[in-house]
């Protein structure tokens, strides 16, 4: 592959290895966000509750119990659908993770790639360079001592 193209990819995989960083980051902050919002609603509703057995016992009117086990449903109600929330954004942030690990993948792929064709242009300059040492090595051998061996200076 030509080491320009490479380069192009490379920078490419690079591009879309952060952008898929970025967006698993943003997933992750989204969950820990929406399970803060659940541990919240969760506290109130075990605060409530507990108000409402300690209310109950002291008595209360009909009227105010069913205000307050209308507000229970309704913050049990907020609590399931948070939790279905916090269910969602730990899914996307699966998909984020899975994808930024293909991205990562890809990239250290390429870079690989790219270490063993500059290996091997390394190695194709070395024997060029070796090479050029014997024909001048040979050349200066072949200049003191004549093509066929022979001593043509003397020694």
Same mark, same amino acid.
């Given at each position: 592959m030509d080491p320009t193209n490479l380069s192009m990819l490379i920078e490419l995989a690079r591009a @879309?290895? =952060?952008? @898929? @960083? /970025?967006?698993?980051? #943003?997933? /992750? *902050? @989204?969950? $820990? +966000?929406? #399970?803060? #919002?659940? =541990?919240?609603?969760?506290?109130?509703? %075990? *605060?409530?509750e507990r108000r409402a057995l300690d209310t109950r016992s002291r008595g209360l009117d009909a009227a105010a119990q069913d205000n307050w086990r209308?507000? !229970? #449903? %309704? !913050? +049990? $109600? /907020?609590?399931? *659908?948070? $939790?279905k929330e916090v269910a969602r954004r730990q899914q996307q942030r699966q998909a984020a993770a899975a994808e930024l690990a293909q991205a990562r993948a890809r990239l250290a792929s390429l870079e690989k790639l790219a270490q063993r064709q500059a290996r091997a242009a390394q190695q194709r300059q070395a024997r060029r360079e070796q090479r050029q040492l014997d024909e001048l090595a040979r050349r200066g051998l072949d200049s003191r001592f004549g093509p066929h061996g022979l001593a043509l200076k003397g020694w």
């Open positions: @879309a290895h =952060d952008a @898929a @960083a /970025a967006r698993h980051a #943003q997933c /992750a *902050e @989204a969950y $820990t +966000q929406a #399970q803060r #919002q659940l =541990d919240v609603l969760r506290g109130y509703q %075990r *605060e409530y209308v507000f !229970l #449903q %309704r !913050l +049990q $109600t /907020a609590v399931a *659908e948070q $939790t």
